[in-house]
Each structure stands twice: as structure tokens, then as C-alpha cells.
């Protein structure tokens, strides 16, 4: 079963996908958002791939060098033997500025034998919407397009450049490299200086995943999630991506394709909450950055998402000549859910600009124009929490008095009360009290549904839905509290499917949802966990943690029947809230270790 089984390669300016046989069927060059110069994921006869071929007698496995994103392809058929380690330069340099070049490094370690292969090299830039030419230079192989614009990419390689353009076959006998670049460079490239930048991209990676905590269980997953969450974050300006791809659809054949190659503040909020309670701090400081240099005027309202260099217009395109990720169309360039209205967005930002300046302290770099935006969250939500909005799902229909929205209202008062104590800002604690009090009255008479026994998806409504499982993460509600024990066992009886969960069951505007998106089973486990139904949330979470692919990456769904992956890939929302289930079991085994040796 084809289970979106690819390794992402990144250096936190664009990223790469590459299949389990180490072709690279996804990358978009400078950078994240640019028009992809590899896509076959999107179209397999026109979208162009960079593909390793071996004969049938090669066994060929696939494995990330432990605590880096450098991804090592075996080629195996008896004594013959090498290796592909993909990546994309991320090192420090001189002067605390980082070496992140537009470019993709594929290095060829010979192992033993006389192992051969073939090329194919076949970059279709600008989203292969024109002809990609490609030439034999003295230096390098130039592949160039001016149908649609112009635009050109550069490979340099220490292999024949004649056989890898007619796709002939090479012997291995030594280590060789394969450098793809946006830019011609300057300084030739080497096999040397490629094995210089291999070994400096791991100590890179290497010294970042050691700021990581280790855990008693599950460090595994924790640290690979970790290291996915950083590739999706991009230096530049702070923006976290929610993922690397557009329009791999929530269901094969439908058209539920979405471009995700953008920052949502909702998604990117509780990254950042999670990757830096991991204690990678600059992470966290860059995102602030990101928000503080989007809101000049303070009563200016937040998009729902950004564009990764900060664009708000996010103006949706199809790609006709496209067919889509195994034949679903439309391919979708820009996000037209830019414009929506969310209400939630304020409370999980600031609930990230709390947490910041509980870890930071008060004198946090840019603390007084975090002071400025709490104020001015709390004006707009204290004006406008009594709207109805589109909710955390995005339905593109009538607006409607969602309960994670009307929560996280609350919540948004809540934080901005506690930075306020913090500040010692009595008057406006006095000011914002009667708020937050009189938000949490109006959950508690509206969004609860005594005939199904739930907090339910909207006031009035009897459908349930799993982002209302979040109120006691946020602290609307207890975990000891009847209702929200009740509201647990309503939506795991409604909304779970073989151990999945729909996000919700009622129409939208695209009809019944077909597959699980991942994160609500993630909620759910937590959710058990918090209860007190531990054993059960455990074995929910071990099955879950099978469905992953070979890498242990998660998508932004799961097929009910099949178990495969579907949805943008690898999903940010899917790895944060892995790491914060794997935490918790992690800690409890803890603590139970420790209540344990002091019996003895």
C-alpha cells in the first residue's frame, strides 16, 4: 500500500520530498512557497522528479540518521552496496548567521562492490507549466524555462554529466555527489566541500536535537517530531508552515486539496507553544518577531494566516493541467481561507505570548510590544467574542457560535489577566475580570446540550465535535469536572471509528467527511489520559503511532479503512500534538517510577 511513504529533507528555508526508492517527487525552489521544480507527487506523466534506478536484484532501505533530517537511502544486491545521503546545507557560521543555500546535496557513499545505477534527471520548473530545457554547460547541467517566466536551476556533480542527462548507467567505485541549486555558485562545487557540508549539516542538526530532553518512553518519536516541527519553520521571518505541500487531498479522488504551504496562526501558535517547552527558545523568539511585525496598528485584527514572508493576500489558483496526487484534482496554489473570520486565533496566540513570558521573564527582548498586542487582543476579543465566526474547521458556509471558538475567547482573557498580574497592572485586571467571567457563563449555559450529554459544536446544536475536547487543556474546564468526563465519553462514542476519530460527522460544505484527521485522535488520547482512563489512552496512542509511515511521519489524515496516510505531509498540527501525548506518558511512567522507590 502506497502510505505517502516519503522522508522530508529541509535546511528551514525550503524543503524536499524524497520516495523510499530516493526519488525526489516534491521540492519547490528558493523557498517553500516557490513554484515547485519537482513535482511528480502532483503529476506522475508531467511534473518532473530527480530518480535514482537500480536493477531488481537491489534491496533498497531507508532510514534518517539518528537526531538529524539527513536521509540515508541503502542500495543493496549482494557485495554491491552504497548509499544516498540526502539533504539540504543548515550550519552555522561566523558570526551567528546561519548557511542555508537554496539548494539539495545528494551524496553518494560507496560501501563495497561494483554497484551501479542510472539517473533520472528531470526538473519541470514554474510548476511544469511551460517546457523545462535542459543543457550540458562546462560546469554544470542548466535547466531553464521562459514559457511562463523565466527560471533556471543548476546541477553540479563529480558523475558524468553526459550519462546522467541520457540517463546511462554509472559504476560506483568511490564517493561521488549530486549538488541542485537555485543559484549558480561562485566557488565550484567539489565532492570534498559536499562531504565538508554533510558533516557540518550534522553537527548542525546533531547540536539542535541536543537541546531536546530526553524521555524514558517514546524519545524516539519525540525527537523525530521535534526535528519534523523545525523543518517546517522558516528562518527568514519566524513563520512556522502548517505543512510542506499543497493539494494531497483529505480523500483520494475528492476535492478537498488544500494549499498548506502557509503560516496559520493556530497551527504555528501551538508549535511554538510545544517546540519551545522543549526548550529550543529561538524558535519561539522568531515566531514572536513574525507576529509583532505583522500588527503595526494596534487595533489592527489578525488574519487567520499568513503568507511565510508575511504576505496577507493568499489569492487561491487552480492548476488545470495538473492531475493531482493519484488523480484528485484540484491542485490549489494560495489559500482563499485567508480572508475568514476565526475568533480562536487570539486565544492560542495569546496563550504562546504567556507561556513566552513566564519562560523569558518581564524583560524579554520586544516584552512592551507583547504588552501592546495583549491590549489590543483583549480590545478585539472583548469586542467581537460574542460574534459568530467560521469556526477552527474553516467551514466555508454560514457563520455559526462554534464552542472552541467561544473557549478560546476565554482563554485569550485569561492569559491576558495573567500577563497582567505579571505586569502588576491591577486596573486592567479589574477591567478584564468581568469578561473572562462573563464569557466562561455564557459556554457554560450555551455550548452544553443536557439531551446528548456534551459540550456540543456549536450553541444550539447536538453535534459533536473533537476540538471541544481542548477545553481542559486551555483551563476553561477541570478534568475532574462531570461535564467535560461526559463530553470525553459522548465524543468517543460518536465520533470514533476503529480507533480514529471524524473530526465531526455533520455535512460541511464539501459533504460527510470521509477520513480521520490525525490530530483529534491525538486530543482524544490526551483526553483519556486526563481523565483518569490511562491503560485505554495508551493502547489508542500505540496503535496510532503504527499507522505512521516508515519514518515515523505523520500526515494531516488517516484513511478510516485502509490506515494510509492522506492530507498535506508531514502535518506540523499532527507532530505537536504527537509529542504532547508521547510527554505525558513519558512523565506519568515517571512519576510512577519515583512513587514506587520511595514504597520500597
Not at 554547460?137 to 542527462?165: G, P, Q, R
Request: charged share 25%; with cysteine; glycine share 6%.
Amino acid at each position: 500500500m502506497d502510505n505517502l511513504d516519503y522522508g522530508i529533507i529541509g535546511n528551514c528555508r525550503s524543503a524536499a520530498l524524497i520516495s523510499k526508492t530516493g526519488s525526489i517527487d516534491w521540492c519547490c525552489l528558493p523557498e517553500f512557497d516557490s513554484p515547485s521544480v519537482f513535482a511528480k507527487l502532483l503529476d506522475e506523466e508531467i511534473g518532473g522528479s530527480f530518480e535514482i534506478h537500480v536493477d531488481d536484484s537491489y534491496t533498497i532501505t531507508q532510514k534518517y540518521q539518528q537526531y538529524t533530517n539527513i536521509l540515508i537511502t541503502s542500495f543493496k544486491s549482494g557485495n554491491d552496496h552504497f548509499e544516498i545521503h540526502d539533504f539540504m546545507p543548515r550550519y552555522r557560521k561566523e558570526g551567528n548567521a546561519y548557511h542555508s543555500p537554496p539548494e539539495l546535496i545528494r551524496y553518494f557513499k560507496y560501501i563495497s562492490g561494483k554497484p551501479s545505477f542510472s539517473v533520472l534527471y528531470d526538473p519541470k520548473l514554474e510548476y511544469a507549466m511551460g517546457t523545462t530545457e535542459t543543457f550540458i554547460k562546462k560546469d554544470f547541467i542548466a535547466s531553464l524555462t521562459h514559457d511562463v517566466k523565466f527560471d533556471t536551476v543548476f546541477l553540479y556533480t563529480s558523475l558524468d554529466k553526459e550519462s546522467i542527462v541520457n540517463n546511462v548507467k554509472v559504476t560506483l567505485t568511490h564517493d561521488e555527489y549530486m549538488l541542485m541549486g537555485y543559484n549558480e555558485k561562485l566557488l565550484l562545487p567539489t565532492t570534498e566541500r559536499a562531504y565538508l557540508d554533510l558533516q557540518n549539516t550534522k553537527v548542525y542538526w546533531l547540536n539542535w536535537s541536543n537541546l531536546t530532553p530526553t524521555y524514558k518512553k517514546f524519545n524516539e518519536e519525540i525527537s523525530r517530531s521535534a526535528l519534523t516541527l523545525k523543518l517546517l519553520s522558516y528562518d527568514k521571518t519566524g513563520a512556522v508552515l502548517a505543512a510542506a505541500t499543497t493539494s494531497l487531498p483529505e480523500t483520494i479522488g475528492e476535492v478537498r486539496n488544500w494549499d498548506y504551504r502557509f503560516c496559520w496562526i493556530r497551527d504555528a501558535s501551538m508549535v511554538i507553544k510545544v517546540v519551545s517547552e522543549l526548550g529550543h527558545k529561538n524558535v519561539a523568539r522568531r515566531y514572536l518577531q513574525f507576529i509583532i511585525d505583522l500588527i503595526p496598528d494596534k487595533a489592527e485584527k489578525l488574519q487567520i494566516m499568513y503568507g511565510i514572508n508575511k504576505e496577507k493576500k493568499l489569492t487561491e489558483e487552480t492548476l488545470e493541467h495538473l492531475s493531482g496526487y493519484k488523480g484528485s484534482k484540484p491542485v490549489r496554489i494560495g489559500n482563499a481561507a485567508y480572508h475568514q473570520k476565526q475568533n480562536d486565533i487570539y486565544g492560542i496566540l495569546m496563550d504562546v505570548i504567556y507561556e513566552q513570558m513566564v519562560k523569558f521573564s518581564v524583560d524579554i527582548d520586544n516584552g512592551e510590544d507583547l504588552w501592546a498586542i495583549t491590549k489590543g487582543i483583549v480590545w478585539i476579543v472583548g469586542n467581537n467574542w460574542k460574534d459568530a465566526d467560521k469556526g477552527i474547521w474553516e467551514f466555508r458556509t454560514e457563520d455559526r457560535h462554534f464552542t472552541f471558538s467561544k473557549v478560546l475567547c476565554w482563554t485569550a482573557l485569561d492569559r491576558a489577566i495573567k500577563v497582567a498580574e505579571m505586569l502588576g497592572k491591577k486596573h486592567k485586571i479589574e477591567k478584564w475580570e468581568p469578561i473572562r467571567e462573563e464569557i466562561w457563563k455564557d459556554i457554560y449555559d450555551n455550548a452544553w446540550n443536557e439531551e446528548v450529554g456534551a459540550y456540543t459544536q456549536s450553541y444550539g446544536s447536538k453535534e459533536l465535535d473533537a476540538s471541544v475536547l481542548l477545553m481542559e487543556s486551555y483551563g476553561c474546564v477541570d478534568a475532574k469536572d462531570e461535564r467535560y468526563i461526559s463530553t470525553v465519553h459522548a465524543i468517543g462514542k460518536e465520533l470514533n471509528n476503529d480507533g480514529l476519530l471524524y473530526r465531526y460527522k455533520n455535512e460541511d460544505d464539501f459533504g460527510l467527511p470521509s477520513s480521520s484527521f490525525t490530530v483529534c485522535t491525538f486530543w482524544y488520547i490526551n483526553s483519556l489520559f486526563k481523565i483518569g482512563e490511562r491503560k485505554k489512552a495508551l493502547e489508542y496512542f500505540e496503535r496510532l503511532l503504527s499507522y505512521s509511515n516508515h519514518l515515523g511521519l505523520f500526515s494531516e489524515d488517516i484513511d478510516f479503512k485502509t490506515k494510509r496516510l492522506l492530507g498535506n505531509f508531514p502535518q506540523a498540527y499532527s507532530h505537536l500534538a504527537l509529542i504532547e501525548c508521547a510527554i505525558n506518558f513519558s512523565k506519568k511512567e515517571s512519576e510512577d517510577q519515583m512513587l514506587e522507590s520511595l514504597r520500597e
